[in-house]
């Protein structure tokens, strides 16, 4: 049954991502013509975001309409005479607006302040609204308390409590995922298929503890996911792009995801661990050579790395997803203290990944 919302999600989301297509196309709205570091050579939609969302937030309120249970966070809040759980609130309110600002970006461009600010404003909503945790375990059984440590805040009649380290945790936690996403949006389907593999995961383990909400919400947005890929996939090109609205919305919700279970940090980073390796990879050699890291995009990211060594944009895909996949199954197998094993074998094999492509196109350069 929790399965079935999956599908529907499919479905909506199919049928979005084939709309949106055809209607940016139409209006010529939104088109991502090719740049010098880009992969694609034809003016292509970018509002691949609106679908995925699109198709969250229609499938939740089918949800909250007919199976009101299944979106309850242990949260619950009235608002307007109408039930909803809090969290959901939040999450919903925080999608709104990331979606939005970045879909104004995606159709005219904003500054990377506005940008990092709006992921800042998200994070907060979703701190306010609840969502946290008040420890994280360690591979070894010992849990860190987060919780020790918390500030008050009145707003109206209401009082919050700013939960410092817990609080800080998510702020960072959105902030890494939502940029990581939008730096692997470069290749085709790369940054769907990587936040299935993660959604999926995370939704199993929900469902293995019980958490059948987390569950559904897991399985709606990978669905959305699954339904929109078919149209971004390098087959030879993606037919709409994620966009910004679209990478940083992925990245919002597998933050939430990540919280809203439990803090299942460990998983997540095995999912996306080589991508967030290479991101800071390329961030430091960017550093090194006296440029802006945010804001001097190139052709130094991974997938530009196994492109340059020979390999089709569709090959790239197949191993990175490959890889991650591996690590990330490792999650669902393993107890958690083999987890700290796992990312560690990770991060030792993702860098001499780094240093053996860069040492091959490099002589492959030089022989040229």
């Keep these: 049954m929790y399965f079935l919302w999956g599908i529907a999600s499919i479905i909506v989301a199919f049928l979005f991502s084939y709309y949106l297509k055809n209607y940016s196309l139409k209006r010529k709205i939104a088109l991502q013509t090719p740049r010098r570091r880009d ?52 999450i919903i309110l925080a ?16 500054n990377p302040f506005v940008k990092l600010s709006t992921q800042i404003l998200c994070a907060l909503i979703l701190v306010l609204t609840g969502l946290g945790i ?24 209401n009082t919050f409590h700013f939960v410092v380290w817990a609080d800080l945790i998510l702020i960072v936690w959105v902030l890494i995922l939502t940029n990581v996403t939008n730096f692997i949006d470069g290749l085709d389907g790369l940054a769907a298929t990587l936040a ?9 383990l929900s469902l293995k503890v019980g958490q059948i909400a987390t569950a ?7 669905g959305a996911l699954i339904g929109f890929l078919p149209f971004n996939l390098p087959l030879p090109n993606a037919k709409i792009f994620l966009g910004d609205s679209g990478s940083m919305f992925i ?25 967030i390796i290479d991101a800071l990879y390329v961030i430091a050699k960017r550093l090194i050579r006296g ?23 569709a ?13 990330g199954l490792s999650a669902l197998i393993f107890a958690p203290k083999v987890k700290i094993f796992a990312i560690i074998i990770l991060v030792i094999l993702s860098l001499l990944l780094f240093i053996s492509l860069d040492y091959s196109n490099t002589k492959r350069k030089n022989n040229d």
Excluded at 101 to 107: K, L
Excluded at 135 to 146: D, K, S
Aim: glycine residues 10%; aromatic residues 10%; proline residues 5%.
């Design 39 to 90: 992969l694609h050579e034809s003016p292509t939609p970018r509002i691949g975001g609106l679908a995925i969302f699109g198709t969250m937030l229609l499938v939740f309120i089918l949800l909250l309409i007919f199976a009101p249970q299944l979106t309850d966070f242990g949260f619950p809040y009235a608002i307007l005479g109408f039930s909803i759980d809090k969290r959901l609130l939040g």
């Design 95 to 110: 999608s709104i607006i990331l979606v939005g600002v970045m879909t104004i970006d995606d159709i005219k461009g904003l």
């Design 134 to 157: 008040t420890y994280l375990n360690n591979p070894f059984g010992l849990a860190i308390q987060l919780d020790n440590f918390k500030i008050p805040l009145s707003i109206g009649a």
């Design 196 to 204: 299935i593999i993660a959604s999926l995961i995370l939704g199993i």
């Design 216 to 222: 559904i919400l897991s399985f709606i947005f990978a």
């Design 251 to 275: 990245g919002l919700m597998l933050a939430v995801i990540t919280f809203i279970t439990g803090g299942k940090l460990a998983t997540v980073v095995l999912v996306y661990g080589l991508v």
């Design 291 to 313: 440029k802006n890291p945010l804001t001097s995009p190139d052709q130094t990211h991974i997938h530009h790395r196994f492109i340059e060594a020979g390999f089709s944009k």
């Design 315 to 327: 090959q790239t895909l197949i191993i990175i997803c490959a890889i991650s996949l591996l690590f």
